[in-house]
C-alpha cells in the first residue's frame, strides 16, 4: 500500500477498493477478456484465424490498458488524499508519466504485431472495442441489479 502518507490515505485506498465502484471495475476488466475471447474464437472458427488472433490480441491490450489506467487513477488518489488539506497538492511525475507510457507501450505493440505477425491492424483495433463492450455489458447490469 502507501507508506509515505498518513493513515487516513491508507483507509481512503482501502475504503475506495471495497466500494461498488471496484466491483464495478471488476466486473469490467473480466468482461473484457471474456467478449473479446469468444469474439475471437467465433471469427477464428467461422472466418479467419488471423483475425480472431487480432481479435484476442485486442482485447487483451485493451484489458491491460484498462488495468494500467485503474492502477495511476488509484495512484492519483493516493497521492491526492495524502496531501489533503494543502492548497496544491503534488502528485509525481512517474505518475503522469506512466499514464501516457501506457498509449505508446500499446501503439508500439500493435505496431510490432502488425508487421512481424502479420495479424490484420483492423482486428486489433476492433478487439480493442471489448473494453467498450465490456463497459456497456456491466453499466446495463448495475442498471438492472443496483448494489445499493
Known sequence: MFSGGSGEAAMA?????????A???????WLTILIGL????????LRDRLWGAG?????????LNFRWLSKGLD???????AQAGEE?????????????FRYGLIALAVY????????PL????????????????????EILHPSD
Not at 38 to 43: D, F, I, K, T
Not at 75 to 81: D, Q, R, Y
Not at 88 to 100: E, G
Request: positive net charge; glycine residues 4%; charged residues 5%.
Open 122 to 141: 483492423v482486428s486489433m483495433v476492433v478487439g480493442l472495442c471489448a473494453l467498450g463492450a465490456a463497459t456497456i455489458a456491466a453499466s446495463v447490469y
Open 88 to 100: 496544491k497538492p503534488v502528485v509525481p511525475i512517474l505518475t503522469y508519466f506512466a499514464m501516457l
Open 38 to 45: 469468444l469474439a475471437a474464437l467465433l471469427v477464428a472458427l
Open 112 to 119: 510490432v504485431i502488425f508487421i512481424y505477425l502479420r495479424v
Open 55 to 63: 481479435l484476442a490480441i485486442g482485447a487483451f491490450l485493451a484489458w
Open 13 to 21: 485506498s482501502s475504503a475506495a477498493e471495497s466500494a461498488p465502484a
Open 23 to 29: 466491483l464495478a471495475e471488476r466486473r469490467i476488466s
Open 75 to 81: 495512484a492519483l488518489v493516493v497521492a491526492s488524499t
